[in-house]
């Protein structure tokens, strides 16, 4: 069994940073790639940037410059630092991460989510 568990939201005003942290934990081989998501009220979750085990990125455009994914791979560890944020970034962010078990078997996992909020 695997685990992802996010922390760092919160509540802030337009402008300021916040970091999010997801680990894994549990029965893992390999972690693949990882990455962050985000819902916001009455609309789909979207991809926000993702991270390789050989640390290539990639990130929607609207977070371009203002969000960073970084990984510790000994740690098991993604994180997702965002700085000047925006009200439009308010959200729940989930972690995601495409592991290799013991067993060999590949499949994605989700963390439960945490609730980014950007006052204007």
């Known amino acids: 069994q695997v685990q992802l568990v996010e922390s760092g939201g919160g509540l802030v005003q337009a402008g300021e940073s916040l970091r999010l942290s997801c680990v894994a934990s549990?029965?893992?081989?390999?972690?693949?790639?990882m990455g962050w998501y985000r819902q916001a009220p009455g609309k789909e979750r979207e991809l926000v940037a993702t991270?390789?085990?050989?640390?290539?990125?990639k990130y929607i455009d609207s977070v371009k410059g203002r969000f960073t994914i970084s990984r510790e791979n000994a740690k098991n560890t993604v994180y997702l630092q965002m700085n000047s944020l925006k009200p439009e970034d308010t959200a729940v962010y989930y972690c995601?991460?495409?592991?290799?078990?013991?067993?060999?078997?590949?499949?994605?996992?989700w963390g439960q989510g945490t609730q980014v909020t950007v006052s204007s």
């Open positions: 995601n991460a495409i592991i290799t078990t013991p067993g060999y078997f590949i499949r994605d996992y």
């Open positions: 549990g029965n893992i081989f390999r972690i693949n790639s």
């Open positions: 991270i390789t085990s050989g640390g290539s990125t």
